[in-house]
């Protein structure tokens, strides 16, 4: 009787502990969630009056110019961080809505590469057929599935290397693949690289980011009754054995495959 009183009170004590700590957790992500949410004002007005000043490009010192881009580029990097902590915030609160429709393949892809691989920096090299299925998918949210993806290779490339984008249909579902020429992702941490903040050792000296595009690209397509998979190595290359990313979602005449929204 002794040892289940003892044991009684302990576990009481763990189930104190686990709401205490569950407390917090919803602390820390209301306190993400409402920062975040002052700063995207901020930021809307920085980028407008960056927008109005760089229209008139041609009348500015070249110096001038140059830090005004710069000061661009960072402000729409960091409003698209803030409207994915909160974008995050609202998934994991259930509180995130999809519109799901039927989505046409090509025309999404090359919007959304053109949008995260801006001025032609970087070739890309296309497989991607005209008669694909439509997708039964959240137009939006697919649109900034595939910019992460391109974003994360393009991050992750050497210069001059290509970025291949393909797209199959197979197994009533269409596949999206983004594919780069990088340093690869190693087995043993294949399996952590699409968690929260998540960032591999290798990638150290790699352009700073904040380990939450891929973790996002994953949930994304989760929440709208796809999948996000990973292959590396994917060239014979040892110096550049790359990666391929691939979204599977189901197509358009089979949306009861897919759940609600």
């Known amino acids: 009787a002794e040892r289940t009183a003892t044991l009684e009170e302990r576990n009481a004590e763990l189930a104190q502990a686990n709401a205490e700590l569950q407390q917090l957790d919803q602390m820390k992500s209301d306190f993400v969630a409402l920062v975040s949410h002052e700063l995207r004002a901020p930021l809307t ?5 960056l927008e109005m000043a760089l229209q008139e490009n041609e009348a500015l010192p070249s ?4 830090t005004l881009e710069a000061m ?4 729409e990097r960091l409003t698209r961080f803030v409207q994915t902590i909160l974008d995050l915030s609202r998934m994991e609160a259930g509180k995130l809505t999809l519109t799901l429709g ?23 090299q296309w497989d991607v057929p005209n008669d694909l299925p439509p997708l039964w998918a959240d137009e939006t ?6 910019r992460n993806l391109a974003r994360n290779a393009d991050k992750y490339s050497p210069p001059g290397r290509p970025i291949h984008i393909a797209a199959r249909a197979a197994d ?14 190693p087995p043993e941490i ?14 150290e000296s790699a352009t700073p980011g904040w380990g939450l595009g891929l973790y996002f690209a994953r949930r994304l397509a989760e929440a709208q009754g796809g999948q996000v998979a990973l292959r590396s190595p994917v060239f014979p290359d040892p110096a550049a054995p790359g990666a391929e990313f691939t979204v599977t979602l189901t197509v358009a005449d089979s949306p009861e495959e897919c759940g609600d929204a």
Do not use: C, K
């Open 45 to 49: 007005a920085l980028n407008g009056g």
């Open 63 to 66: 110096a001038t110019r140059r």
């Open 72 to 75: 661009a580029r960072e402000s």
């Open 102 to 124: 039927p989505v046409a393949a090509l025309p999404l892809l090359q919007r959304a590469v053109e949008a995260a691989l801006p001025d032609g920096r970087r070739s890309v």
């Open 141 to 146: 949210y697919l649109d900034e599935i595939v």
């Open 172 to 185: 009533g579902g269409v596949r999206l693949s983004v594919i780069d020429h990088g340093t690869g992702i």
């Open 190 to 203: 294949q399996e952590h690289i699409f968690e929260r903040f998540y960032r591999g050792a290798h990638r």
